[in-house]
């Protein structure tokens, strides 16, 4: 989405660059309402102030507490206990679903109109080789696939919005409320493993991160798949995007081919 965040030692202050006040107003506006309901829970900033006529930054914005830590990146290379971070990630994720009760009506529901068999047909006829056929195989199991928001996702799991404890790898913070709601929880996983692919090449990151969610969530994730190739397919044309945001956290060794490479892994592993 491209917010850009100013930080102090006390407060970050949000903006959304180049889109209207309106659509910044609107996306301010959701996330602290989101992030009242949250109250601080699973490491969350709390909302110091919202301005969505943009009076006093020039356009709207909002206010929120710092919180410890800083971004990192998951690398086999790095010296950083990868596992521990992948099932960490895992662990987070279920104290995320489980942080709002089912029902509040201040929190917003998250709409996956987009992956109705239906609507999923003119992506199947446009797709190119090798995607294709996975598109084909997302359209099959749409039909079969029950889209119930079942938990409180955050929706866009990212590595910039994860902020950890260096010292003991664990999560201190989490940015990015702006789309979340209630929704389905295979997305938000599905999110996470595809990241941690990302990063780390090989399947054994986002089997770390599905393994540990489900020990800490006590069952385990129905429709994988479907939720696995939902995510994947519709960050096709995004991976520029990423490469960006990964560049800016020091990863310059993922370019673009090498993610084309980890993408299509992903959606064969089963």
């Not at 202050?13 to 601080?40: D, H, K, M, Q, Y």
């Not at 079942?150 to 919005?161: E, K, P, S, T």
């Not at 990063?199 to 994988?224: H, K, N, T």
Request: aromatic fraction near 8%.
């Amino acid at each position: 989405m491209g917010i850009g965040r100013q930080r102090s030692p006390d407060a970050i202050l949000r903006i959304v660059p180049n889109r209207s006040p309106e659509f910044a107003s609107a996306v301010f506006g959701r996330e602290a309402r989101v992030l009242g309901v949250l109250g601080g829970a699973v490491m969350t900033p709390v909302v110091l102030g919202l301005d969505t006529a943009g009076g006093g930054a020039g356009q709207p914005a909002l206010l929120m507490s710092c919180l410890p830590g800083r971004a990192m990146t998951l690398s086999k290379e790095s010296g950083h206990d990868w596992i521990t971070m992948a099932q960490e990630i895992g662990r987070t994720l279920a104290e995320i679903h489980r942080a709002v009760p089912a029902g509040d009506p201040s929190v917003p529901s998250v709409v996956f109109d987009w992956l109705q068999p239906d609507a999923l047909g003119a992506s199947v006829e446009y797709a190119s080789s090798p995607w294709r056929g996975f598109w084909q195989e997302l359209q099959g199991l749409a039909g079969e696939t029950e889209i119930a928001s079942d938990g409180f996702i955050q929706r866009d799991v990212r590595v910039a919005d994860l902020l950890w404890d260096r010292v003991h790898l664990r999560i201190s913070g989490v940015l990015g409320w702006e789309r979340a709601g209630f929704g389905p929880r295979g997305w938000d996983l599905a999110k996470a493993r595809l990241d941690a692919t990302l990063q780390c090449g090989g399947f054994e990151p986002a089997d770390l991160v599905i393994d540990a969610y489900e020990a800490a969530w006590g069952d385990p994730v129905v429709d994988r798949r479907f939720w696995d190739l939902a995510v994947a397919l519709s960050s096709i044309e995004a991976l520029d995007v990423l490469q960006r945001g990964y560049a800016e956290l020091g990863r310059l060794d993922l370019m673009q081919p090498t993610l084309w490479t980890r993408l299509l892994e992903f959606v064969r592993h089963r």
